[in-house]
T-cell receptor
């Protein structure tokens, strides 16, 4: 089945130690997104890629960066994780970016910062 | 971005219909009305979307008011697996701006 895959499902890192989360998709979608969901809150968009074009949300901290080496893969890099970065990180894809496009979400990676 | 207003929580009995309301009085002409749901410990899942006309799919129905300022997601027969947070989202581009959603409790 076509899907969005996130690895690992659970990630533990130390305060200030860089961490990378990965996402892959078999849907061949043009757009890939990263959302952050803190405990008991709604998901919040961090950034997205349309093909290789990177689009950052205005309030996404500089500590968060992303790479998309090819259509299938997208990475979220947190350069110096703080305790406040503990959250579920969700990857999603859509075929295009127009408002009628549905987004397909992965299961998420739960990040713990010690 | 146009905002949506949903009740914090709703409760339904199993196998009964559920009507989840959403108000979006500041909706613009290019906004599609999307519904997603999120089961515990899972990523959000697309349910349905529409622009002006009512829509049906295998999961649910979406009823859109004539002035588009409100909509209702209809689950025809709720099951225990439908217990989730349901998000009503207006989407005119890339970002899904999730609000707080409605937490649906389904009781046997």
């Amino acid at each position: 089945d076509a899907m969005v895959i996130q690895n690992p499902r659970y990630q533990v890192t130390q305060f200030g130690k860089p961490v990378t989360l990965s996402c892959s998709q078999t849907l061949n979608h043009n757009v890939m997104y990263w959302y952050q969901q803190k405990s008991s809150q709604a998901p919040k968009l961090l950034f997205h890629y349309y093909d290789k074009d990177f689009n950052n949300e205005a309030d996404t901290p500089d500590n968060f960066q992303s790479r998309r080496p090819n259509t299938s893969f997208c990475f979220l890099d947190i350069r110096s994780p703080g305790l406040g970065d503990a959250a579920m990180y969700l990857c999603a894809t859509s075929r295009e970016g127009e408002g009628y496009n549905e987004q397909f979400f992965g299961p998420g990676t739960r990040l713990t910062v010690l | 971005d146009a905002k949506t207003t949903q009740p914090n929580s709703m409760e339904s009995n199993e196998e009964e219909p559920v009507h989840l309301p959403c108000n979006h009085s500041t909706i613009s002409g290019t906004d599609y009305i999307h519904w997603y749901r999120q089961l515990p410990s899972q990523g959000p899942e697309y349910v349905i979307h529409g622009l002006t006309s009512n829509v049906n799919n295998r999961m649910a129905s979406l009823a859109i008011a004539e002035d588009r300022k409100s909509s209702t997601l209809i689950l025809h027969r709720a099951t225990l697996r439908d217990a989730a947070v349901y998000y009503c989202i207006l989407n005119s581009g890339y970002a899904l701006n999730f609000g707080k959603g409605t937490s649906l409790l389904v009781t046997p």
